[in-house]
């Protein structure tokens, strides 16, 4: 600690969302994961603070799915990133790929699609299957639907990546699904022919439910939304590896009725060229451990230059959105800030994202896992959490020796470095996320619920939440019920079930007798 520098002050203080203001984990910021990291552990120990770590998952783990791999996954969610089940069911939308198609876990990404799963709802953890009893319902658009928005682009992969899933309506069923259409134009090597192309992209459909099963239709249109401007966000000419992607949208309580999208990009500009400058290195002018401008410019730190966007919806229906500057940046620092969310709790706005330890730039170290800001409102002077590091949730990791990777990692590294990725913030603290490997074993299943208390500025796991700490793979509890009776009668008449439904439907939605009495003299009329 004596010879590290210390953090970046930061005020929390709130801009006009769109004002110009762009906030900066700074590497005098993330220099204190490291610092704070024990430098004596045994070799392949875990060295971060114990409050921050996510606990070790058994390597034998259960399959959500036998023929598909999970991972990004997230859930149906209102305005203010409530959890809805579905007229008694919890609902998960995943990134999947097929198992049995012949290629890798670690090529999945081309091949990507968004899958759904349901389940029961209520159903406490431990009385339901381990692998958390989620059913598979296949691919939530329709075959060659998310394609109609490269209809004329030259490509040989076309991938559906993350985004977010809204309920546009409480008790309705109308979806409106936000996420990334990906474009890959690739030689046999794997090669890039063309940069590839990123849109984040819209569109509406509606879920259905009877007493078996959960379904959903529409999703036939889909509308491109947003395409980085090379301005704010690099784009893939400026960049080949650009980043452009995870749209998540929300109405902030501050601004009533004004729609907002936070999204991962990166820093404009082309590759390979400096653009750090001391406001991005954040030290303090009397630190005698501030590294210098050109010690950051040599050591090439400056390929890595994340950022978080947003950008304002200017329509209701959501159709239309308009960049804003970024509210995070992270050049010098890392290059992916994946999957951003606002949460917000005790009227403080916490930014949360992932990221990776290979992501890092030159003098920069941090584990795979979840990194978060604080402020008070969408756009602040975040301040990154836990003494000014941004770590919130990490992987065990020995921070003394390389990582290597998740596929070849090193022999002497921590074997649950890569255990977990994509983490989700839910309400109350919960966190969601996919197990990517452990002890060799790869995974593309969902991991255990972990849960952290948050605290201001601060946050440390919940060892008393499940299983020192683990709680049931894939528990992802709904907060809030979408109870959509006409909706419910609908798809019972359109599926023709022969079911006496009454009965179940006053037990799927707690119905008492009377109101079960008026259901069913609205049925007999």
Excluded at 149 to 166: I, K, L, M, P
Excluded at 221 to 233: A, N, S
Aim: net charge negative.
């Amino acid at each position: 600690m004596c010879n590290r520098a210390g953090p970046t002050v930061h005020t929390q203080r709130a801009y006009d969302p769109q004002s110009s203001f762009t906030a900066r984990w700074t590497r005098a910021d993330a220099i204190q994961i490291k610092a704070h990291s024990d430098p004596n552990v045994g070799t392949g120990q875990n060295s971060l603070p114990s409050q921050l770590t996510m606990p070790a998952i058994p390597a034998d783990f259960p399959s959500i799915n036998p023929d598909v791999w999970v991972w990004d996954t997230w859930t149906l969610i209102d305005k203010r990133a409530n959890q809805f089940s579905y007229n008694g069911w919890e609902v998960i939308f995943s990134l999947t790929a097929d198992k049995n198609a012949g290629y890798t876990f670690d090529d999945r990404h081309i091949h990507a699609r968004i899958g759904y799963f349901y389940r029961r709802a209520g159903i406490p953890a431990a009385q339901r299957p381990a692998n958390g009893g989620w059913i598979y319902g296949g691919f939530l658009f329709p075959d060659g639907a998310s394609a109609k928005v490269y209809a004329g682009t030259t490509y040989t992969n076309q991938a559906e990546w993350s985004g977010s899933s809204r309920l546009l309506n409480r008790n309705n069923n109308r979806i409106s699904v936000f996420y990334t259409d990906l474009a890959f134009n690739r030689n046999a090597s794997g090669g890039n022919i063309t940069p590839p192309v990123a849109t984040i992209t819209q569109t509406l459909g509606r879920i259905h439910a009877d007493f078996q099963h959960v379904w959903f239709t529409g999703f036939t249109e889909h509308t491109p939304l947003l395409t980085p401007d090379g301005t704010y966000y690099q784009t893939g000419q400026q960049n080949e590896f650009f980043s452009f992607r995870d749209p998540f949208t929300f109405e902030d309580p501050e601004h009533p009725g004004v729609n907002y999208m936070v999204f991962e990009g990166n820093t404009a500009g082309n590759r390979g060229v400096p653009t750090c400058d001391a406001a991005d290195l954040g030290y303090r002018s009397d630190d005698p451990h501030a590294e210098t401008l050109q010690q950051v410019i040599d050591a090439a730190a400056y390929y890595q230059k994340a950022n978080i966007g947003l950008a304002i919806a200017e329509n209701s229906s959501l159709s239309k959105w308009r960049f804003l500057p970024p509210i995070l940046s992270a050049n010098c620092v890392n290059d992916q800030t994946e999957r951003p969310q606002i949460y917000i709790k005790d009227g403080k706005y916490y930014l949360f994202t992932i990221s990776h330890r290979t992501t890092f730039a030159a003098g920069m170290d941090g584990p795979d896992g979840v990194y978060g800001f604080v402020g008070n409102g969408i756009r602040s002077d975040f301040q990154p959490m836990n003494y000014g590091s941004g770590l919130v949730l990490g992987n065990p990791t020995d921070l003394n020796n390389a990582a290597g990777t998740d596929f070849e990692p090193n022999p002497n590294q921590n074997p649950r470095a890569f255990q977990t990725y994509s983490h989700y913030v839910m309400p109350n603290g919960l966190v969601e996320s996919f197990i990517d490997t452990i002890e060799g074993r790869r995974g593309g299943t969902l991991a255990p619920t972990v849960k952290i208390q948050i605290a201001s500025a601060s946050s440390e796991i919940d060892l008393s939440y499940g299983n020192n700490g683990l709680g049931g793979y894939g528990d992802i509890p709904a907060n809030r019920a979408d109870i959509n009776i006409a909706g419910l009668i609908a798809d019972l008449l359109g599926q023709r079930s022969s079911t006496p439904f009454l009965a179940q439907l006053s037990s799927l939605t707690n119905l008492d007798s009377t109101q079960t009495a008026q259901i069913a003299s609205f049925l007999r009329q």
